[in-house]
């Protein structure tokens, strides 16, 4: 399968190298010292689920020189969804499938307004990975799933063989019927774990260890589900207990993508995940301090670390 991975951090090197190791034409998208690091030694995985390796891998920082792609991995952060859809036309033809896999809920419509050729879908990600290096992924925590919409893009068949596909290498794929819902769930969690993580400065274990934090956690879950009730979304029965649940399993090192950004000093998809909360409930007349706490003690970090003030 001809593959273009739109987004080379650790979402899109984590997936996009393991289908490279199963045999894939696989081209990376990138650029600076990461683009010229790939170019040099190949892309680097040291994963906790599959183990450390090294491919020879493609790597471009102009989509125009990949040609027609059967599938492209979508997997920029929210706040750069516009402009690398726009970068991706050129990939893109009548039988191209993209592949959102990115945080929160509404990316596929958003890449559709862009790009008019092809199928856009979603898919949920289950998996902490980052770019360690130029170069090289770091997949530290999470169960590496990559979950699938029977009911996604009208593609039928297609979406069971994309599953199957990714499953035949190596990936921890799954089919569930409705995207919708698991797409809202994954929402959920992230807007908990990554929220109340970069919020609190503090890996997952600690949050859960103290009472006061672990409900917080859980308060902030529980709006989201209260807000995807309101548009018309039916979650499970007790989906932040299963969310509260799945994060003791995590590793208790582990933390959200949002509080690495924060200590890196990049830019947060804070108004894609509990800005997106605060927004609906308000819309809906729906209660959501837990959420609106994270939202505004992060929104000065939102493009970066604010500049400090001189006396």
Same mark, same amino acid.
């Given at each position: ?82 402009? $690398? /859809?726009?970068?991706?036309?050129? #990939?893109? !033809? @009548? *039988? ?7 945080? =929160? ?18 898919? $949920? /990600?289950?998996?902490?990975?980052? #770019?360690? !290096? @130029? *170069? ?7 169960? =590496? ?167």
């Amino acid at each position: 399968m001809r593959i273009a991975v739109m987004g080379t951090g650790g979402t899109g090197g984590f997936y996009g190298g393991l289908l490279a190791r199963a045999g894939d034409d696989v081209t990376f998208i990138a650029r600076g010292a990461h683009l010229e690091a790939i170019r040099a030694r190949g892309l680097t995985v040291k994963s906790r689920l599959a183990g450390e390796f090294t491919i020879p891998a493609k790597a471009t920082a102009d989509p125009q020189e990949i040609g027609r792609a059967d599938l492209v991995l979508f997997c920029v952060k929210t706040y750069d969804t516009e402009p $690398a /859809a726009a970068l991706i036309r050129p #990939v893109v !033809g @009548p *039988g191209t499938v993209i592949v959102s896999v990115q945080n =929160g809920i509404d990316n596929d419509e958003r890449i559709a307004r862009v790009v008019p050729g092809g199928t856009t879908i979603c898919a $949920a /990600a289950q998996v902490n990975a980052h #770019v360690e !290096g @130029p *170069g090289v992924i770091g997949q530290t925590a999470g169960a =590496g799933r990559l979950i699938f919409g029977a009911n996604a893009g009208n593609l039928g068949k297609r979406n069971e063989q994309l599953y199957q596909h990714f499953k035949d290498a190596g990936i921890a794929a799954e089919l569930q019927p409705d995207i919708k819902a698991v797409l809202w769930s994954k929402f959920m969690f992230i807007c908990g774990f990554s929220g109340v993580t970069a919020l609190t400065r503090l890996t997952i274990g600690p949050i859960l260890a103290c009472p006061e934090t672990k409900a917080m956690f859980r308060g902030t879950m529980a709006e989201v589900e209260a807000v995807a009730k309101s548009q018309g979304v039916a979650l499970a029965v007790g989906v932040p207990d299963q969310g509260l649940k799945m994060s003791a399993g995590l590793e208790p090192w582990a933390k959200g993508s949002m509080a690495h950004d924060l200590a890196s000093g990049r830019r947060l998809e804070l108004e894609s995940l509990n800005g997106t909360v605060v927004r609906l409930g308000q819309a809906k007349s729906v209660p959501t301090p837990f959420n609106f706490a994270i939202y505004g003690a992060l929104k000065p970090f939102v493009n970066g670390p604010p500049a400090t003030p001189k006396p």
